[in-house]
């Protein structure tokens, strides 16, 4: 049922790039997308993570996730220009509240609203990206070296969560067949029967647990230094896509700091293109994060590119 | 020189006052393929815990006497030395695997053994290319079959190399071909890379012939220790049931020598048996059938009125698999009608849709002549009882008497002594105020039951009860199940366990593929069919046909020469 939501294994290039690169890929994403106000930026970037979700064979699944998000995206819209009146350009004069003050909406509060509401669907598509290419225990891994008790608890919970949801299931049609009736009833009434649910859950999973310590201390866990299983291979195409998110990264703050790729909504809106500059420098930008999905392109349509990178 | 050796070996759990362990002496060769069994609680489990380094360091609890490996004291080693040496295989493959996906789950224990990339890459490839798993190597666990995951579980243990490999009843959990494929991999091990094998099982046809030797637990102590064939021969005179059917039958008939394989069984019953005639018109099942009852049954209610009936039957799941396709079938009061099938064959879709937990897609159910789906009926309004595969999603109450009045309340019935009754026919008065949790598996099954039959239910549904037991609480329970339907009620039950089936069962049903694809009398199903038979019916298969259990064995057939009984004893 929540299958698309998990990662699942698919043999596509972006899969089967090393974690250090592939995070590093759309940890530079997030970044960019939280430093970035100019609506150019943010919507170029939000094109980048929409083709490498298309590259990466996830657009069935990105719908549920847009799908979501445009509920929270309308509300960022509306809600921006109600509270905020930093704005000069009033284009609506509204009655005056007990505790807002004089209800003004302005042109700059909405363009403002707009811009994080792409914000807000970039972020949410950098994790719809995250699940369908990255692999859980790839990036486990990875955190393993750096800490690897923490590792192992995210990993025995990633691994018995399926199993708890199946579990819990069975334990819902036990107690319908034993009379509890879960639609019945008021909220009052009816969250006694879930209490319990989770509390069958708990008692069976209490139990378990010590089972997999057990078995875990079979397998001579804590018996001393560990050393960590690696499986992932670099190649020319994680120094390419590391490269790449490396450059965007250097490029979006040269831009920041020099001006050229910032953008100011209040009091008044500034001109979107304040110089050459922006617009070289979003260009560079996005073919530089746009390597992967290139590189993806041309694995599957080239056989001699395939076998270089 | 012994690779395992224990002197007076005694054991206590925490806070116990028996011993789960007491006087064990008990020598164990290197390579030898040893198999350990014994009723629950007989302290097999708890043996194989000692042998893998466990007991005491993980459990606690007072330990007495000495255990030596390969002559060093076991407590004395390095628990990552033992680690190498000593691999162990539990019952249950959903506890006791730790990482999200196949390969990692292997390299777990050579991580923790501080094993070199380059050394646990080739331990890696290589046990996954030996136990057949390359194919998932990428999958998830959550996503293996039972047998893949039991598989996996081995395979993370042989990755570690072990001389010595402790299974506690690995196949328990498994289907019939799962468990088949398991022990053979056991065999495989022991003959080919000369691995010591402890086998701790339950069910012994399956592995009796590959044991070497054998040790007999009860009660905490070692009772008896031999070859497979002098246990046979030891124990069936004393009505100890751990012995397969076949040794069974020919220790009963007083035969001089004990097989304990169906191929020596056939070659023997050949040549020394007689078939005696039936008498006419009456077939020897009739005079045997049913194991515990034996007289005409006495079935309360009307016989011919259906406790449910199925047309036409079908249901898919959300994902489209049709599990239910055009099933129908009516079950009458009192039969006792056992389902059979391979995994993914619909047998728990076709129990749950009985239950009334999923609506049927197409067709007509009908429970006790009315619609279970209209006026307002909602699943489990009392009539059925249903029987899930784990006992512990029943068990939350503080006592057990809370938990069967908890089901009471919940339909509104008035306790007119439902509840002292049943706790007396299921031998529960003891721990009427014991907290349902502290009990063993046996018993946690039977206050699951006694907590779904306090309605008087007219149809029981059970998936898989006997999974994980051993002969004597299967035959506790097959004798319920029988009273049950003496006194009116249905049972449905779904098994993989062709024994207890044909033991118990009076009717038939088996799956594929979301169809019933045989349906009738036990002895017409199962003695047809070739692969869902007992091994007694598979001894019989060709010489003397429609007998599959013991009873109707003994009653059939007859040696040869009965005198030779006295003679070689």
């Known amino acids: 049922m929540f299958e698309q939501f998990f990662y699942q294994e698919k043999g596509l290039f972006l899969q089967s790039l090393h974690p250090a690169a592939a995070l590093t890929y759309l940890g530079v994403l997030l970044v960019l997308a939280l430093i970035f106000t100019n609506p150019l930026y943010l919507l170029g970037l939000l094109l980048v993570v929409v083709l490498a979700i298309i590259a990466a064979q996830g657009m069935a699944t990105w719908e549920v996730y847009f799908r979501l998000s445009l509920g929270m995206m309308v509300l960022v819209i509306i809600i921006n220009p109600l509270v905020v009146h930093a704005g000069e350009t009033i284009i609506w004069w509204g009655p005056r509240l007990p505790v807002f003050g004089p209800l003004t909406v302005s042109l700059e509060a909405i363009c403002y609203g707009a811009a994080m509401s792409v914000r807000l669907l970039t972020i949410i598509s950098v994790f719809c990206l995250y699940n369908l290419i990255i692999h859980p225990d790839k990036a486990l891994s990875l955190l393993a070296r750096l800490a690897s008790r923490s590792a192992l608890v995210l990993s025995l919970a990633t691994r018995m969560f399926p199993a708890m949801m199946r579990q819990l299931e069975n334990i819902r049609e036990v107690q319908v067949m034993r009379g509890v009736d879960f639609n019945a009833g008021t909220l009052k009434e009816r969250l006694p029967k879930y209490a319990s649910l989770i509390n069958i859950l708990l008692l069976s999973s209490l139990e378990d647990s010590l089972e997999i310590a057990e078995a875990m201390q079979a397998r001579a866990f804590g018996s001393g230094r560990r050393t960590c299983y690696r499986r992932d291979t670099w190649r020319p195409r994680d120094s390419l896509c590391l490269g790449g998110s490396i450059l965007a990264l250097v490029v979006a703050f040269y831009g920041q700091l020099t001006g050229a790729s910032t953008f100011i909504y209040y009091p008044q809106l500034s001109y979107l293109l304040n110089s050459r500059m922006t617009i070289i420098l979003l260009i560079i930008m996005l073919l530089a994060l746009s390597v992967p999905v290139f590189m993806s392109w041309g694995w599957r349509r080239c056989l001699y590119f395939k076998a270089r990178i | 020189m012994s690779l395992f050796q224990s002197e007076n070996l005694i054991y206590y759990y925490p806070d116990r006052e028996r011993p789960a362990l007491k006087d064990i002496n008990l020598r164990i060769e290197e390579g030898e393929f040893l198999l350990v069994i014994g009723g629950s609680g007989s302290g097999k489990s708890t043996l194989a815990r000692v042998l893998a380094g466990l007991i005491p360091d993980f459990y606690g609890g007072r330990f007495g006497g000495r255990v030596y490996f390969q002559r060093r004291d076991i407590r004395e080693i390095d628990r990552r030395q033992l680690a190498r040496e000593v691999g162990i295989v539990f019952q249950d493959p959903e506890k006791q695997l730790v990482m999200t996906s196949v390969e990692a789950e292997i390299a777990f224990g050579l991580e923790n053994l501080g094993l070199t990339p380059a050394e646990m890459s080739r331990r890696v490839a290589e046990v996954l290319h030996f136990l057949d798993l390359t194919e998932v190597k990428q999958e998830f666990t959550a996503q ?85 064939a002098q246990f046979a ?25 004990i097989p304990v394989t169906v191929k020596e069984g056939r070659r023997l019953l050949r040549s020394n048996f007689n078939i005696i005639q039936e008498t006419p018109g009456e077939p020897v099942w009739l005079k045997t059938s049913g194991a515990a009852s034996g007289k005409q049954r006495v079935i309360k209610g009307n016989p011919k009125e259906p406790v449910l009936s199925m047309s036409k039957v079908w249901f898919a799941y959300p994902n489209g698999k049709e599990a239910l396709q055009d099933v129908s079938m009516q079950i009458a009061v009192g039969e006792l009608v056992a389902v059979l099938g391979a995994n993914g064959a619909g047998k728990s879709t076709l129990l749950k849709t009985m239950a009334g937990l999923l609506k049927l897609g197409r067709g007509r ?97 059970l998936d898989e009860p006997t999974r994980g037991m051993d002969y004597r609480l299967k035959d506790e329970l097959g004798a319920l199940l029988t009273a049950l339907c003496k006194e009116g009620a249905g049972v449905v039950l779904v098994t993989h366990d062709v024994e207890f089936a044909a033991a118990y069962a009076t009717r038939v049903l088996v799956m594929a593929a979301g169809r019933v694809v045989a349906d009738g009398p036990k002895h017409q199903v199962l003695g047809e069919s070739v692969f869902y038979s007992t091994q007694i019916g598979k001894m019989c298969r060709g010489y003397v046909d429609g007998v599959l259990t013991l009873p109707e064995a003994l009653a059939r057939l007859t040696p040869v020469q009965p005198a030779r009984q006295a003679v070689s004893g």
């Not at chain 2, 690995?170 to 289907?175: N, R």
């Not at chain 2, 010591?196 to 009660?219: G, K, N, P, S, W």
């Open chain 2, 144 to 228: 293996l079959s039972g047998g893949q995951k039991q598989k996996l579980a081995l395979a993370a243990v042989l990755a570690m190399q072990p001389r010595v490999l402790v299974c506690d009843e690995p196949t328990s959990q498994l289907d019939p071909v799962a468990a088949e494929e398991f022990l053979n991999l056991a065999k495989r091990l022991n003959e080919e890379m000369g691995l010591t094998i402890i086998l701790i099982e339950q069910r012994l046809e399956r592995c009796f012939h590959l044991a070497d030797r054998l040790v007999y637990m009860d009660d905490g102590q070692i009772i008896y220790e031999g070859t497979p």
């Open chain 2, 233 to 257: 021969r030891w124990a069936a005179p004393k009505e100890i049931p751990f012995i397969p059917p076949v040794a069974r039958f020919f220790a009963g008939t007083g035969f001089s020598s």
């Open chain 2, 365 to 461: 159910m009908l429970v006790k002549g009315r619609d279970p789906g209209k006026n307002g009926n909602r699943p489990g309004d009392g009539r059925i009882a249903y029987l899930s595969q784990n006992p512990n999603d029943y068990l939350f109450q503080d006592t057990v008497e809370e938990e069967l009045l908890f089901t009471l309340n919940n339909f509104g019935l008035p306790d007119d002594g439902v509840v002292d009754e049943l706790l007396a026919k299921l031998g529960l008065e003891p721990c009427r105020r014991v907290n349902p949790r502290d009990l063993s598996g046996g018993e946690r099954q039977r206050v699951a039951l006694a907590s779904i039959l306090v309605t008087r239910p007219a149809l029981l549904l």
